[in-house]
């Protein structure tokens, strides 16, 4: 149905854009020709191509209705206050405490936070600044 649609859509759009280059300007266009031998030289003609390009230009804007319509129709309203059911939770650290290692990406493509660096082992005995 949608296909049909679409075909459709697209034939009108090709016969409007024909109908719209042979339609004769204010200056000319292509409707302009040599004397009485030229190819849009009756005002019966523009008549027909104007009444053509308008019932064109109604079936375009139909079918583009009918194809926004369709592609809205299997679309559910869904709130950005609430979490779709299946996807990943992250969880914010508590105030006052570090957050995890990783960065943002790693966290929410379930990867493991890289291992926290050891801290340096304390020394013995008292250290004293060396003067330089």
């Given at each position: 149905?949608?296909?049909?649609?679409?075909?459709?859509?697209?034939?009108?759009?090709?016969?409007?854009?024909?109908?719209?280059?042979?339609?004769k300007?204010?200056?000319?266009?292509?409707?302009?020709?040599?004397?009485?031998?030229?190819f849009?030289?009756?005002?019966?003609?523009?008549?027909?191509?104007?009444?053509?390009?308008?019932?064109?230009?109604?079936?375009?804007?139909?079918?583009?209705?009918?194809?926004?319509?369709?592609a809205?129709?299997?679309?559910?309203?869904?709130?950005?206050?609430?979490?779709?059911?299946?996807?990943?939770?992250?969880?914010?650290?508590?105030?006052?405490?570090?957050?995890?290692?990783?960065?943002l990406?790693?966290?929410?493509?379930?990867?493991?936070?890289?291992?926290?660096?050891?801290?340096?082992?304390?020394?013995?005995?008292?250290?004293?600044?060396?003067?330089?």
């Amino acid at each position: 149905m949608l296909t049909v649609i679409i075909v459709i859509h697209l034939m009108i759009v090709a016969a409007m854009i024909g109908l719209v280059l042979l339609q004769k300007s204010e200056g000319g266009g292509l409707g302009m020709g040599g004397g009485g031998g030229g190819f849009l030289t009756s005002r019966g003609t523009s008549n027909v191509l104007t009444r053509t390009t308008a019932i064109l230009a109604a079936g375009f804007f139909a079918t583009s209705l009918l194809l926004s319509i369709i592609a809205g129709w299997e679309r559910k309203p869904r709130s950005i206050l609430q979490p779709t059911p299946g996807a990943p939770t992250t969880q914010v650290p508590a105030p006052g405490t570090e957050p995890s290692p990783g960065g943002l990406l790693d966290r929410l493509q379930g990867n493991p936070p890289p291992a926290a660096p050891a801290a340096p082992a304390a020394p013995s005995e008292p250290q004293v600044p060396r003067s330089q």
